[in-house]
């Protein structure tokens, strides 16, 4: 019985009986409701205020009125809504020579089949409240029955508390009530809104855009109907590396009751559809969600117009000027408006000294029929195209959304037939850094992705060519799979120095929630040599490892009295590291400390330990927005030849951090170019000196610069001094697109975009008659990000743009003189003096063509530096230079 009860009582609740609390607004019938109405929106910098905004409002009158009730409910109802009286005007005051709506009339910016539509009555049925269907004709201009929808959804609440899902103009959105007497308020939480129209982002938060919103709805009540409703949406974007480039979008919407007066009977029927039918047959059910607008460029150039208009710029003599990245990223615009004959039309046209940056920005583009051009443009059989190939992969590798089709592509190029076994490592090595990136998005069960992990997962043990390994292992470094650590485990402990030493790279990139007591047993076990005798540079990146891992107490005091039982200059570097850890208050510094409160392990004859190696960090910027590191690891071999130099660039903003750049120059075998002994354990080496990089957390192929003897001393009689190229383009840093929909029915489009012109080259000296060597690092770039929004209403148009822009370069020079013991050592970092300037930009215009743009910027020159190194150094390079004078 009690049951029943229950359930009696549940079903009672969800019917409602005429004359019942009302569930939402009721209109009477033979009245009509007069308001006034104004929508405007307001588009300005982050710290703008309304007087110098770009922007327009609508202001209207509003006619309402009730047309059928349903005869057993009386908050199921069809309601009628007319716009009339039409102005448009600027929203903040501008002169007359600066107003490009002074002298018109709504049907100048509108013409008048718009104008006569937008006043054209529309319906929408609301039960308890909620907007179950809106009525208007299909025939209208989609942005016409955006801004009808807009009102409508003015029209729909509640008037009881509670979180409920419903749909109006801005999507299916989770909205909360607060109800008080006579008031209800009502919260969207835009970040819940499904809309038809998506957009992407840069998945690294310290390239990307930070997004803040914010819709609140007041709404008053009289008399059982709205009396007034005053709307305020916030939007705020803003680039996370330089929160001072940032715009932000303002919407308000006003409705107030004028006055009521006697209005049209309602329509008898029992159902809604005929009653709509019998007022207007060609009104249809078009549904409250706003629907996509295509916007159509008149007057604007083709791709290959465009391209024309910007060749110069990315000739290779601009790549280190700032016109070089902006005219790619305004490529790349261009190029996702494009069909893939327009693209291979460009393609094709390129000179030889430009078509690589055309492939930077073509593959960059991601768009469906950019892909397709690319893959049509590039014969990967011919080993002559290696540059255009690989700035092909590599503009892949640093994709910044992207999608399951390019994986694919990579895979269906590795299976096929490959003229240059250089692209055949990098395809593989960049399918890695692809699987990472769909990974982090949630596609790591996408078919092609499983297919990908499954063959560099089983790559290593599938081949027994050196070459092969490698470079499986340095698609799973790219990759960060949490299945491949057992097999970076492994490979620590090979006896090939080169897999150890990517496999315990890799596994310093893990979280370290990650890094399991095997894990830990295994590294220690290669640092303290239990079982073979390693390298000096697999140890010293064991040593990294262990010291980054969140060591235990036991771990660092096993590594401190290890010191003074390693090789000569490995026993410096350890000392250094450790020093440099304690003064730059790294992680493990506190159990650092810790370690040595013990004497044993603290002594001096343990920390006074000679020698050229060192390792050392320090800032290179610090802003509110974003800090930058650096760190500079030197180890060389008792012999005074470099053996290991690794430069670090850390970026990090919020809690988020990025690898920004690593670069380092490996050599090993150059004993006996001056008849020195080997280091334990690395007699038997090959010569051989190459250099490796990562770049935005993406790591590249490795370059030779000579292996084996003979190679070495052809290389020996034949060095010119000039740097070997490591990475050279144009790269997508930041790419973010949306379509902001407001809940006026206006939309907003946000294009944030930040690109990056880079050249990363790097050398290696060795004079046997001045027994000196010279290794150098550099790098020079350009960079540029615009940040862009827009609210376009196909007859006008409002917007901001805020960039910024840069250029500059950075060198780090090792200098070695190995004619006696201790040999002396110099390095420099160096940061030229460079340009660096902000603009604001505002625009306003119509269809007929008249417009306004009114732009300011802020330029300055950043000194340049010598980034500091620890003191010894700086003793060091006064010696080397004396001595060379």
Known sequence: MFTVLVFLLCAASTVSVK?????????????????????????????GSKAGSTGYRISSDVDVNLVWKAPDNDDDQLIQLAISNLRIEPVSHRSQKNNVLHGSTAENVLGAAKLAALTKPFLVHLRNGKTKAFYSYRAEHATIRNLKRGLASLMQLQLNSGKV????????????????????????????????????????????????????????????????????????????????????VISRQVLSLVGVESGPLEVAGKDVARVVESIDPKLGAVGIIAEKVKSQCKGCPSLFEHWQALQKQLEPASLSKATAPRSFLALIQSIRKASKDEILKVLKSASKTTLPQVVDAVTSSQTAASLDAMLEFLNFTDAKGLVLQERFLYACGFASHPNERMLQALLDISKGKIGSSDIKESVVIIMGALVHKLCQKGGCNLPTVEEVKKRILEGPYSTQVESEVQMYLLALKNSMLPEAIPIFTKYAESEVGGYSTIALTALQRYDISLMTEEVKKTVNRVYHQNRRIYEKNVRAAAADVILSSNPSYMEVKNLLLSIGHLPHEMNKYMLSKIQDILRFQLASSKVIRQAMKDMISHNYDRFSKVGSSSAYSGFMAQSADVTSTYSLDILYSGSGILRRSNMNIYGSSKGAALHGLQVAIEAQGLESLIAATPDEGEEDLESFAGMSALLFDVQLRPVTFFKGYSDLMSKMFSMTGEPMNVVKGLILLTDHSEVIQLQSGLKAGAEFQGGLAIDISGGMEISLWYRESKTSVNNRGALVVTGNVTVDMDFMRAGVEVSFETEASLDFITTVQFSEYPFLVCMQMDKTTFPFSESLTKY???????????SKSKKQLVPGSEFPLHQENSNMCKKVFDSGW
């Open 19 to 47: 004359g019942a609390a009302a569930a939402g607004p009721r209109l009477n019938n033979n009245r009509l409701y007069k308001f006034s109405y104004t929508t405007e929106v307001l588009v300005d910098r982050a710290k």
């Open 165 to 248: 899902i419903e749909n109006d103009v801005s999507g299916r959105c989770t909205v909360l009530y607060q109800a008080a007497k006579g008031q209800v308020t009502r919260t969207k939480l835009l970040e819940t809104c499904k809309t038809p129209e998506t957009g992407f982002t840069t998945h690294s938060q310290v390239l990307g855009v930070n997004r803040k919103f914010s819709s609140v709805t007041t709404f008053t009540l009289e008399d059982g109907f709205i009396h007034s409703a005053s709307a305020e949406e916030t939007h705020l974007l803003a680039v996370h590396s330089r929160r001072s480039a940032a715009v932000k």
């Open 844 to 854: 306003e215009s119509l269809s007929s063509g008249k417009s306004f743009v009114s």
